[in-house]
């Protein structure tokens, strides 16, 4: 994946008397995050790192919730993006790494993190993090490989499952975190798996929303 151009040569003679060329940057990048996608893509960036925090603050249900919140999101300015073939390519470029960014921070860090806090900080769980962590970054990278297709269980469907496990985790004591482990090791081999899975359309991504805001609900009221 190109990360960043080479810096043209600069002109010689006295660098007080060199016309600065920050306002055009500055247009450029106003350009890129004005972009009504990006907005959105920043909206859930926003809701992943809230996910992030009510996790530190040990508040899960929220947690799940907000995280849940963010993969609507992403379904949202996907399609927002689709919807404007006029849309320059450089916009998409910019809006398509921003994505991943983002998604990075609620379906790699967020799910990482509750299981560190979850288990301990114990060695065990520290690899398992890693593990998801690394197949959530391998995943995503492997994205911008030109031609490559499409690969693996996507990781929306990775927050459900984490959603309801928690759901039906009370009573279950020191046994939560073991099973949230060993559904994270298995996980992340789906992500990374060699198949593909359709995309949500129609009826299917209907049913997905109504069954994310049903799980909100019910996350939202638990601590």
Known sequence: MRRFDPVPPQPRGNPLTTPPENHEQAHGLAVFLLDAPNLMTLAGLAAGLGAVGLCIQERFGP???LCLLAILIDQLDGRMARQRPDRPAAVGTFGA???CYADFVSKGVFPALML???GGFSWAVWLVAGMHLAAI???YSYEFVPSAPRRGLSPDYSILVFALLYLASPGWGPRY????AVLMIAL???NLAPFSVPQLQGKALGAFVIGCLALMALLIGRP
């Open 63 to 65: 947690a799940l919730a």
């Open 97 to 99: 790494h921003l994505d």
């Open 116 to 118: 560190l806090i979850l």
């Open 137 to 139: 970054a391998v995943r």
């Open 177 to 180: 975190p073991v099973i949230l």
């Open 188 to 190: 992340a081999g789906l």
